[in-house]
């Protein structure tokens, strides 16, 4: 189901078929899903032990974190926002979740690490929908606050994370099905779902596009924009959860390095930073993309630190690509492609 | 709720009407003093707190203390500042202080102090150069385009240099940086006086060259100033040079200060850098800014962790306290002037 379900989005959207393409393209996201292809093919050709059990499961635990992350990220990138925050977002849930399963039972667990995501998000919302302050300097702010808060939780890494959990989320569903890749599948789908087929998804689009019309049509932009926080907590906390039991520990700085890589996956996905563009799947693989490439240079027998400067040249290149192909075709034809 | 939604600065006449009248001539006379000196009343007032709180803490020796961890964040600051003002961010700073500084070290030994020197603000200038570039040329974020350029730097980082080898620290950087010297009968390290002419000769190139006040005008109106005349992307990618520039002159100076070196030694400026220069005043839409605030900026921040180690309450609050100071700050003008 985990391969199907990205799939299904793609063959739904493709029914009318030229519909679904305009609409992946208009959201930016033919670039990254083309990069992932050919990084996919390069990946099997180089290393074709990825369609092994082990693997599978090792490369899917490591990049779905890195995606559910980046989701949340797209969701406030879509308003028109930025959150610097989401990285002690993500290690506050990650320590809440760790040290309250040595308290309560498991699902109480997972529902304040999710109830502590939505506060941080709502926290953020708050500020910036009915505030009225910039997004990126709040977020700024909460960053330093969440963060020592994580710390003040949990101040080294450890916490009750048990082989359980760990096969609940990182383990084989099905053979060569891991499961970490049927949680990231529900949750886009869903995701997917609240953004294309409810009147939220669509004023969310709306807010980022165009704040005026939509206020304009009598539509509440205030709180559109307050939910759209609240549920990127909520994302984020899960790929806090799915961080910490694939690792069986809690960490306060774990959060850290995903402030600048989902902010990344979702600039490689064609999103626009002022907001209104940006698609779901071309999120997911960018950050497929952006999280395998360590691997596919270990295998490839490449010093693993080429990674940090490929990651950068595929962001330039798959972003700058498109702007540079208007520019010609601009000057060629003469007119605004 | 047609009434409420309305932002309070699209009423900027309608305001103090209410008020009396008093408080409307001290408003009008707060908005004639420089934003750039709030923060430095605000240190102030800290420094005054912490006395009450611990007398001993009013002492010149406590104030340089406190100043030379304040000039050693400012220092690392300034290329964000202008980076800010242009209406731009730069998220490359960590690791381009970490390039460079690592650069200082591998080339002091062929090329001697001063030329591994220049050799690592060039560094600093190309990464620059090559951000400006992008970001006004391919018409990416200044957001995206920076953390890529930070992301391949640490790769860069990874990649060229050997650690091992880089320890020694020449003896013309200390004296410079970490030797004491003595100003006035003060006994101080040289990186405060250092920076502070570094901030005196930005603040008037900022304010008094043609350069400088395009910098300004191409952050709060873009538009406007290219419709004027002004070759904006030529100013945007100057002010990203020099922003490189001064975050690698700050690698140059931290190493020389701490005397260590490592692949993460910026990673700590990401935020704190970005922090000093929105306590400092400056808008994050660009615009406005200066490098005095940011001074006032990186004291009001080292203030507040000297009270927190004073009064034991441990690191984590301090990154607390950090962010409400944020908020307060943004909360007093960061709102959106014009929507």
């Known amino acids: 189901m985990s391969v199907a379900a990205p799939a299904r989005i793609l063959r739904s959207a493709r029914i009318p078929r030229s519909a679904g393409i305009t609409r992946l393209r208009r959201e930016g996201a033919i670039a990254p899903i083309t990069a992932f292809v050919v990084f996919f093919l390069v990946y099997v050709i180089i290393n074709p032990e990825l369609l092994t059990r082990f693997q599978l499961q ?27 925050s989401i990285g002690a977002i993500m290690s506050l849930c990650n320590v809440v979740f760790a040290t309250q399963l040595e308290i309560v039972p498991v699902p109480v667990a997972i529902l304040l690490a999710v109830g502590v995501g939505l506060a941080c998000g709502l926290f953020n919302g708050l500020l910036v929908a009915y505030g009225g302050l910039p997004a990126i300097a709040v977020t700024l702010a909460s960053a330093f606050i969440f963060g020592s808060i994580a710390r003040e939780v949990l101040d080294r890494p450890g916490g009750g994370i048990t082989k359980a959990i760990y096969l609940a989320t990182s383990g084989e569903l099905l053979p060569y099905l891991p499961v970490s890749l049927v949680w990231l599948s529900v949750v886009a789908v869903l995701l997917w779902l609240l953004l294309q087929r409810t009147a939220l998804g669509r004023h969310i689009y709306g807010v980022g596009s165009n704040m005026e019309s939509v206020r304009a049509a009598g539509l509440n932009a205030r709180l559109t924009k307050l939910l759209a926080f609240g549920l990127s907590g909520m994302i984020t906390s899960v790929g806090a959860m799915m961080l ?15 402030l600048l890589s989902s902010i990344a996956a979702v600039a490689l996905a064609g999103a626009a930073f002022t907001g209104g563009r940006g698609s779901i799947i071309g999120t997911v693989l960018a950050a497929c993309t952006l999280g395998l490439i360590g691997n596919l240079l270990f295998f490839a027998g490449i010093n693993s630190y080429w990674q940090y400067v490929i990651s950068a040249l595929i962001i330039f290149v798959v972003v700058g690509l498109p702007v540079v192909w208007g520019r010609i075709t601009f000057a060629l034809k003469g007119r605004r492609s | 709720m047609t009434s409420s939604t309305v932002p309070a600065s699209q009423s900027p006449a309608g305001a103090p009407s209410g008020k009396p009248l008093g408080s409307a001539s001290v408003r009008q006379l707060g908005s004639r003093i420089p934003r750039s000196t709030w923060p430095l009343i605000a240190f102030v007032v800290l420094f005054v707190i912490g006395g009450l709180i611990r007398p001993n803490l009013i002492t010149i020796d406590s104030l340089v203390g406190t100043a030379t961890f304040a000039i050693i964040l400012a220092i690392a600051s300034f290329g964000q500042t202008i980076a800010v003002i242009q209406a731009g961010i730069d998220l490359s700073v960590p690791n381009t202080i970490a390039f460079s500084a690592l650069a200082f070290l591998g080339l002091v030994a062929p090329f001697g102090p001063v030329g591994a020197f220049a050799a690592a603000l060039l560094t600093g200038a ?16 200044p957001i995206v385009t920076t953390i890529a350029m930070n992301g391949l730097l640490f790769g860069a980082i990874l990649l060229v ?12 950087l200390l004296a410079i940086t970490s030797a004491k010297i003595s100003l006035l009968g003060v006994e101080t390290a040289a990186v405060l006086p250092l920076g502070l002419v570094l901030m005196g000769v930005l603040q008037l190139v900022l304010s008094f060259t043609g350069w400088g006040r395009s910098l300004f005008v191409v952050g709060s109106a873009a538009e406007v100033a290219r419709l004027g005349g002004l070759p904006v992307d030529r100013i945007r990618i100057g002010g990203y040079v020099l922003s490189g520039v001064l975050a690698a002159f700050a690698g140059v100076v931290i190493v020389g200060y701490y005397q260590q070196a490592s692949a993460t030694m910026g990673a700590s400026y990401l935020l704190s850098s970005v922090a000093a220069v929105v306590v400092g005043g400056a808008s994050i839409f660009g615009g406005r800014g200066s490098v005095v605030g940011t001074v006032g900026g990186a004291l009001v921040l080292a203030q507040v962790s000297t009270l927190v180690a004073v009064l034991n309450l441990g690191a984590n609050i301090q990154q607390l306290i950090y962010g409400v100071i944020i908020l307060l700050v943004i909360s007093l003008y960061g709102r959106r002037n014009s929507a």
């Open chain 1, 58 to 84: 090792t490369a899917a635990n490591l990049v779905v974190p890195l995606a559910l992350v980046a989701l949340g990220q797209l969701l406030i990138v879509l308003v028109g926002g930025i959150d610097i």
């Open chain 1, 244 to 258: 910490a039991a694939s690792t069986v520990t809690g960490d306060p700085r774990s959060g850290d390095a995903y």
């Open chain 2, 126 to 141: 190309v990464i620059g150069l090559l951000n400006g570039v992008v970001i006004s040329k391919l018409g990416l974020t």
């Open chain 2, 161 to 172: 240099f050997n650690f091992s080898e880089l320890t020694a620290i020449p003896e013309s």
